[in-house]
């Protein structure tokens, strides 16, 4: 594992750093759906990180956002790759934005490593090992009720799927002391594993939008399940990451929605 967090952690340096030079100088920007944007640079992005996990591992299985599954001759691991989530933030020159890298081994979340280069944070989760931001230990917060809980959310980028998204927003905005809408997912997590945030949902989300950050919210002391309550999937299409003290009251809000 040591030589695994070592190559993971240089691929989401190598590819922030990518992000952070390529911010005012994105030479295309093109639309997957009417509002999924993706850029160069997010391809850019994914080919620094592959070509770092292939160089090391080559046998491994590489799920990316961009480019879809390399399956490797060793079914056991699979890294999971977003190589720039909140694409829409970075195209508008908003600095929230993230390189995430995941783990599994045996189907199980082994790693996860996200950097942030706007504000050069480096989050990183070992499976019984803990969480960390720059080296220093991950918690989450101790707030005890949703009217003292500041939450976050996503938005689909399919706007008929928006009805469900904007209930759940009103219901917990009116429980909640805020909901901030920041725009990656990923992110979201990691703030959830370090306090900033005491809760996240999102009804719609991909699996290279969770895997690093599940991890994270876990080894940090959260709770990580579907908006039901349900058992998490990386594949499960859905999330809710708390402080686990604020779950049940989370999943009784959203009940129905």
């Known amino acids: 594992m040591q030589r695994v967090r070592s190559v993971a952690v240089e691929a989401a340096r190598a590819a922030g750093e990518i992000l952070r030079s390529r911010v005012d100088s994105i030479r295309e920007v093109r639309h997957k759906s ?28 590489i799920l990316g956002e961009e ?4 399956v490797g001759s060793d079914p056991r691991f699979r890294w999971i790759v977003d ?32 950097y942030a280069p706007s504000l050069d944070e480096l989050f990183v989760a070992e499976a019984g090992r803990g969480a960390t931001v720059n080296d220093r230990p991950l918690r989450v917060s101790s ?28 219901v917990l905005s009116l429980r909640s002391q805020a909901v901030r809408r920041a725009g990656s997912a990923v992110l979201d997590l990691c703030y959830v594993a370090c306090g900033r945030l005491d809760g996240y949902w999102e009804h719609i ?3 290279w939008d969770l895997a690093a950050g599940a ?19 990386v594949e499960g299409g859905q999330v809710l990451a708390t402080n686990g003290v604020l779950h049940e009251a989370m999943v009784e809000a959203l009940a129905g929605l």
């Open 34 to 61: 009417a509002f999924d944007l993706v850029t160069d640079v997010d391809v850019q992005s994914e080919h620094e990180v592959s070509s770092r996990l292939l160089a090391a591992f080559p046998t491994h299985t």
């Open 143 to 170: 707030v005890p009720d949703l009217p003292h809980a500041l939450l976050a959310t996503g938005f689909p980028y399919d706007r008929s799927e928006f009805p469900r998204a904007l209930k759940s927003f009103e």
């Open 215 to 233: 991890l994270m919210v876990r080894e940090a002391g959260g709770v990580v399940s579907a908006t039901d309550g349900s058992a998490f999937s």
């Open 83 to 114: 190589p720039l989530d909140g694409t829409t933030n970075y195209a508008h020159g908003f600095p929230f934005f993230c390189v995430s890298i995941a783990l599994e081994v045996d189907g199980e979340l082994a790693l996860g490593v996200a």
């Open 67 to 70: 480019s879809g599954t390399r």
């Open 205 to 207: 989300v991909r699996p």
